[in-house]
T-cell receptor, first 115, second 111 residues
Framework: DADVTQTPRNRITKTGKRIMLECSQTKGHDRMYWYRQDPGLGLRLIYYSFDVKDINKGEISDGYSVSRQAQAKFSLSLESAIPNQTALYFC??????????????FGPGTRLLVL | GENVEQHPSTLSVQEGDSAVIKCTYSDSASNYFPWYKQELGKGPQLIIDIRSNVGEKKDQRIAVTLNKTAKHFSLHITETQPEDSAVYFCAASITFEKLTFGTGTRLTIIP
């Protein structure tokens, strides 16, 4: 969905390096998410944020940190990258209308290779 | 927390036939069940969803059924077409909470 953008789209880095993946959205949604996708494991939640002042760990947060700089921006950092963090990373957003769990809109993904 | 299991992991069907993908969930409090389709090189996109107050929902060739007692839900695609080839994910959540995704099904439509 063009309303959710991720940069970079592809990244190769070396073990021990710090890297940041960025996500921006123009949907005006409060909720933002970072997922990791590995073959056979589906989408696993790393961190999520329900508004600018709210940050929550997902099921696989170890080795990652996030920053919610504004409603529209949510960044994922790997402080010291390791090879098993090689994966496809997705950012997603959703609205939060009273009484309904709204659709999550995914970005195009960032393919990360850690050597 | 919630655990969602999805089967099969791969599925091949002849064009024009039907495809069925099944998911089970563990938390009886879950009340929202979406299905996402992921095409090659793209992020997942919602194709249909169902809430726990209904047992079935249909949108053209796609339908989802929910059995709350057994805690399972299924995606049915009829009259399959080549453009249906993709990876499909089920998910479950409680309203206002985060989604838990299944492990995905790679569907291949054979011309």
């Amino acid at each position: 969905d063009a309303d959710v953008t991720q940069t970079p789209r592809n990244r190769i880095t070396k073990t021990g390096k710090r890297i940041m993946l960025e996500c921006s959205q123009t949907k005006g949604h409060d909720r933002m998410y970072w997922y990791r996708q590995d073959p056979g494991l589906g989408l696993r939640l790393i961190y999520y944020s329900f508004d600018v002042k709210d940050i929550n760990k997902g099921e696989i947060s170890d080795g990652y940190s996030v920053s919610r700089q504004a409603q529209a921006k949510f960044s994922l950092s790997l402080e010291s990258a390791i090879p098993n963090q090689t994966a496809l990373y997705f950012c997603a957003t959703s609205d939060d209308l009273t009484g309904r769990q709204e659709t999550q809109y995914f970005g195009p993904g960032t393919r990360l290779l850690v050597l | 927390g919630e655990n969602v299991e999805q089967h099969p992991s791969t599925l091949s069907v002849q064009e024009g036939d039907s495809a069925v993908i099944k998911c089970t969930y563990s938390d009886s409090a879950s009340n929202y069940f979406p299905w996402y389709k992921q095409e090659l090189g793209k992020g997942p996109q919602l194709i249909i969803d169902i809430r726990s107050n209904v047992g079935e929902k249909k949108d053209q060739r796609i339908a989802v059924t929910l059995n709350k007692t057994a805690k399972h839900f299924s995606l049915h695609i009829t009259e399959t077409q080549p453009e249906d080839s993709a990876v499909y994910f089920c998910a479950a959540s409680i309203t206002f909470e985060k989604l838990t995704f299944g492990t995905g099904t790679r569907l291949t439509i054979i011309p």
